[in-house]
């Protein structure tokens, strides 16, 4: 008779029974198991206080059993700085879309990464605002067809993406920046081991760290999730480059 | 009793903080007192002016006087622009360095004493304002310069208090200039 | 300036802006997040020294909007914490204090008033009485406001704001204008009068031993809104219930009544007075507390007063929530300055002179 052990099992930083709401293929339920994975991992559960944004990234608080406070959207830096900043024991991590990022909340995001706030900002990079529809957001790709970009984004009207990753590596205050994918299963390892740099960068006190991760949007883009994964890893990683852009602990090596 | 008064000058004469010191001696006398000052975007040169309403009994003072029983003007903007606001029976007590001799009121009490001149004889042409409070403190008889020289203790900052004998001296030549002269 | 202010016995001459500054160090003010606009710098000067000095948080915040989130985040911990901004800045931080009166976080905003819309200028005025009791964030909910008019009600309502905030889970507003910013009066500092509010039962500590607790306004279902709005009202409720606050002076035989908040109020007082030396019956209704307002007074008031008039440096704004208490039961009228400082004593007794002959 042979003894069966559990090797993969929900983390306890989910909450128990909870189920994810995100649309099929969505990628944002890998990315909060790979929070919720690290957050067992480094044992921070019971010592983190979590700040969801406003798009899908809010529904975070119904999934990870943490502290959670819900910010005004693009604030949500803001937030966890205050909090940071009055308990500066407390692990803190903002769970973000590129819209509430890089679009309405960029000056705060950027400054918190200015001021080198020991936060960790994980961001969603799908291209669009997935709650509203799949709307035209900073990331939309040049010739990406949104419902506000209807003959696919052009320059003339819209401007250019941003690539946020690399914006955020300039910042002085930041420790680590990285993109990550979620395309295959090596890509989600590695998406996994960022995050987890990100939350020790923290926990040692050494700045911002920051992680973007690209991700579908199936429902907004119109595609299978294969089809999905598949234009992450053909039109995405082209244009925002998966990697490590800051990491001041290299240095030390 | 209430009695208030305005300190005007020009940006850098230092009119806000004569007002201040004048406000602590009333506070140190156990009166109640409003300062405040007037508005402007400017930083340096404009006119300025601040208030100041000493009151006797419990109550609260009103603010924005139509009047005034005592106005320092230390320039002639101020002098001219406050002229009209003195009480009947009030005082203009002017510096008569930068301000022209003239009484086109009738019903006011004049005081032209050449306060910046007097300053300048002492050493220190920003000695001016707080001269002027002796002047000011001997033609109301409403405060004294011991109570001065303690307010001015409280006021300067720990990096100014060097400048605290000088200061004092200065009120003590405003408090003891001879008024028949001023009055003249 | 900065230095000499502590605790004290002694009376000390303050500012407005300073006293409300220290006084907040003193109620135990944990973290302070601002950015710079007159005439309430003074505010973010101080603390920017104190707060550093005291080992607490300090944030030069890269605009009012995130200054006010930052308030949100560290009061979702449990820590007192506040921001101080005027008028056209406030303006920027209404979104956040509609989050946070149904986050129930005990926010304090210190909003020093000056003259709008828009850039406006920098003197003084009431033209945000609307913004504070009314509030330009979304849905229904309300601030608790205090009015000081005077430099030692700067440093009392400073510590009230603290204790009300935590005591109802609320935002709170001190409300003063920029002359009581810019003004000096001796004040005292006493100790932090009221009790400390447990916030255990709620404030985000990391989930140690229990599940996560989720501070959030979003409410997915319509019965959920529903249910959570009559909690908050019923709240809003106790708060006019238990907090109404105000000052009345001469008003059983008077047969007119100013009404007046802030620094006006001090030139209504001295008008009152001069109009009983004339055997004119005039007493005056000083609102406290802006929300809770203290319309159930003035309401009884009506009964017997003739007249109401309202005092304000603005086009007339409480005169609304002045009319509402009356009811239409006598007529209300408004003594105004667009801006500026406050109507003068003169002009005040002039007008009610008028006012009493009609």
Same mark, same amino acid.
């Given at each position: 008779m042979t003894t069966l052990t559990q090797t993969f099992k929900v983390p306890e930083s989910i909450k128990k029974g909870s189920k994810f709401s995100f649309c099929p293929g969505c990628d944002h339920g890998v990315a909060v198991r790979l929070v919720a994975e690290v957050l067992d991992e480094l044992n921070l559960r019971e010592n983190t206080i979590a700040v969801a944004s406003i798009g899908c990234s809010v529904t975070l608080y119904d999934f990870l059993e943490v502290d959670s406070l819900e910010a005004p959207h693009g604030r949500a830096l803001a937030e966890a700085t205050g909090i940071k900043r009055a308990r500066p024991d407390k692990f803190v991590f903002t769970y973000q879309g590129d819209g509430d990022f890089a679009s309405i909340g960029m000056a705060e995001s950027m400054h918190c990464a200015l001021r080198g706030e020991n936060v960790t900002a994980i961001c969603i990079n799908n291209? +669009?605002?997935?709650? +509203?529809? %799949?709307q035209l957001g900073? +990331? +939309?790709?040049? %010739?990406q067809v949104t419902t506000t970009s209807p003959t696919g984004r052009n320059v003339e009207y819209y401007g250019y993406p941003v690539k946020i990753a690399e914006h955020v590596a300039l910042c002085d205050g930041t420790a680590y920046s990285a993109r990550v994918s979620l395309d295959t299963v090596p890509n989600i390892k590695k998406a996994k081991a960022a995050i987890k740099k990100a939350c020790e960068i923290q926990l040692k006190g050494l700045g911002f760290s920051f992680v973007e991760i690209l991700s579908t949007c199936p429902t907004n883009w119109r595609m299978s999730p294969q089809q999905a994964h598949n234009r992450v890893r053909e039109e995405m990683m082209p244009v925002f480059k998966p990697g490590v852009y800051k990491d001041i602990t290299e240095k030390e090596l | 009793m209430e009695k208030n008064f305005i300190i005007a000058g020009f940006g850098g004469q230092g009119v806000l903080l004569a007002g201040e010191v004048l406000a602590n001696a009333f506070m140190l006398d156990n009166k109640n007192v409003t300062w405040y000052p007037s508005y402007g975007?400017?930083?340096?040169g404009g006119t300025v002016n601040c208030e100041i309403v000493m009151n006797d009994s419990e109550d609260v003072s009103s603010v924005n006087k139509a009047e005034t029983d005592f106005i320092v003007a230390l320039n002639q903007a101020s002098f001219d622009r406050f002229l009209p606001k003195v009480k009947k029976g009030g005082w203009m007590i002017a510096n008569s360095s930068l301000v022209t001799e003239?009484?086109?009121?009738?019903d006011i009490n004049y005081m032209f004493v050449p306060m910046t001149k007097l300053a300048d004889d002492l050493g220190n042409t920003k000695m001016t304002n707080i001269l002027s409070l002796g002047v000011l403190a001997k033609a109301s008889g409403l405060t004294d310069p011991k109570l001065l020289e303690n307010a001015l203790d409280q006021v300067l900052p720990p990096h100014r208090k060097n400048l605290l004998p000088l200061n004092c001296k200065a009120l003590k030549i405003g408090y003891e200039y001879d008024l028949s002269l001023a009055r003249a | 300036m900065t230095e000499c202010l502590t605790k004290t016995s002694k009376k000390v001459l303050t500012k407005g802006n300073y006293a409300i500054a220290n006084a907040a160090v003193l109620a135990g003010c944990e973290c302070y997040f601002g950015y710079p606009i007159t005439p309430q710098s003074e505010i973010g000067e101080f603390m920017s020294g104190k707060m550093q000095e005291l080992k607490r948080a300090y944030v030069s915040a890269e605009s009012e909007l995130a200054a006010i989130n930052m308030v949100l985040g560290a009061c979702s911990t449990g820590a007192k914490a506040m921001t101080s901004s005027s008028s056209c800045a406030v303006a920027l931080m209404q979104e956040a204090l509609s989050y946070a009166a149904a986050d129930e976080l005990p926010v304090v905003l210190v909003s020093v008033m000056r003259a709008g819309p828009g850039l406006g200028n920098i003197y003084p005025s009431q033209g945000d009485y609307n913004q504070a009791t009314i509030g330009g964030g979304d849905g229904d909910y309300k601030l608790i406001v205090l009015a000081p008019a005077t430099v030692q009600e700067c440093v009392d309502l400073t510590y009230k704001a603290f204790y009300l905030a935590q005591k109802y889970k609320n935002p709170t507003v001190l409300l003063a204008d920029g002359l009581l910013g810019q003004m000096m009066e001796p004040v005292e500092f006493k100790e932090y009068p009221y009790p400390e509010v447990d916030n255990s039962d709620w404030a985000?500590?990391?989930a140690k031993g229990r599940p996560g607790r989720i501070i959030r306004s979003y409410a997915p279902l319509a019965d959920n809104q529903c249910e959570f709005l009559k909690k908050l009202h019923a709240k809003y409720k106790l708060i006019e219930e238990n907090e109404t606050e105000w000052e009345e002076i001469n008003t059983e035989d008077a047969d007119i009544i100013l009404v007046s908040f802030g620094s006006p109020a001090r030139n209504a007082k001295s008008a009152m007075k001069e109009c009983r030396k004339l055997g004119i019956k005039v007493g005056l209704l000083r609102p406290i507390t802006l929300f809770p307002f203290p319309s159930k007074r003035i309401s009884e008031l009506a009964d017997t007063a003739k007249k109401f008039i309202s005092v304000e440096i603005n086009m007339g704004q409480m005169i609304r929530d002045i009319k509402l208490a009356v009811n239409g039961k006598v007529p209300v009228e408004l003594i105004n300055?667009?801006?500026?400082?406050?109507?003068s004593v003169e002009e005040i007794v002039e007008r009610i002179k008028k006012e009493s002959e009609e």
């Open positions: 291209t +669009t605002y997935g709650m +509203t529809g %799949g900073p +990331t +939309t790709l040049l %010739g | 975007a400017e930083m340096r003239a009484k086109t009121r009738s | 985000l500590t990391g300055r667009p801006v500026g400082n406050p109507p």
